[in-house]
């Protein structure tokens, strides 16, 4: 898989990108990771990539030419699954849009900045809008870390074990279960009794109904999509 990063700030990409599980995804030759900086796609010399939104409205507007430049060339080089926009008004992202993203062979994701970018962008340039959440950040670059990280680790191989990004939180429209490790008992405290016993059927059991309780209590809007 490909993922081509569009960011003004190729800086913030760096630390998320480098560490833990999507780095050696990346040794391991599962995922390239790109970040392609949108000021190397200016035609002026101060590398201008904003500009003051027609109506007089407040704020700065991300402007078409570099954006079309860069997502132009890229597509020149190899076909692309979806191109992706960060916004706060997009698709809200979950862990089923995380699976089917991981499906795909390549993808863009534009970062947005500023007031937003020129509209049509969006109208013309972009297959897929997606929102981590309802709140504002100060630019996408989260965003498509947050993205990126949630897709690249559960690429087949990513992690050591596989058997665990399926059975994480949401996979199925529950929460996970409670999870303990030793010791079996700290400060009065006691792991349940079933998880000790090495009947696996009823651990399954239990795991499946406390699944469903702590969803029940904590996000019972989750039940509703089974």
């Keep these: 898989m490909r993922i081509d990063i569009i960011t003004v700030l190729p800086e913030l990409m760096e630390s998320p990108l480098g560490h833990s599980i999507i780095k050696r995804a990346c040794n391991k030759g599962l995922v390239e990771i790109h970040v392609h900086n949108l000021r190397d796609y200016t035609d002026d010399n101060r590398r201008t990539v904003d500009d003051y939104p027609f109506g007089g409205e407040a704020g700065m ?30 698709e ?64 087949p191989g990513a992690i050591g074990d596989e058997s665990s990004a399926l059975t994480d939180t949401f996979q199925d429209n529950l929460l996970a279960p409670p999870v303990y490790t030793r010791p079996a008992e700290f400060n009065g405290w006691k792991v349940p009794d079933v998880l000790l016993s090495g009947n696996f059927k009823e651990i399954s059991l239990w795991q499946e109904r406390t699944a469903i309780e702590r969803t029940e209590r904590l996000r019972p809007d989750l039940l509703k999509k089974r």
Aim: hydrophobic share 40%; proline share 2%; charged share 25%.
């Design 61 to 90: 507007v991300m402007k078409i030419e570099p954006i079309w430049r860069c997502i132009n060339k890229l597509k020149e080089e190899r076909h692309y699954d979806e191109i992706i926009y960060t916004s706060p008004d997009g």
């Design 92 to 155: 809200q992202f979950n862990q089923q849009c995380a699976n089917s993203l991981s499906l795909l062979e390549n993808i863009i994701i534009l970062c947005g900045h500023y007031k937003g970018v020129d509209y049509r962008v969006r109208e013309h340039l972009i297959t897929k809008e997606i929102s981590i959440g309802d709140y504002v950040l100060s630019g996408g670059e989260l965003a498509a870390a947050v993205i990126t990280d949630s897709i690249v680790r559960i690429i």
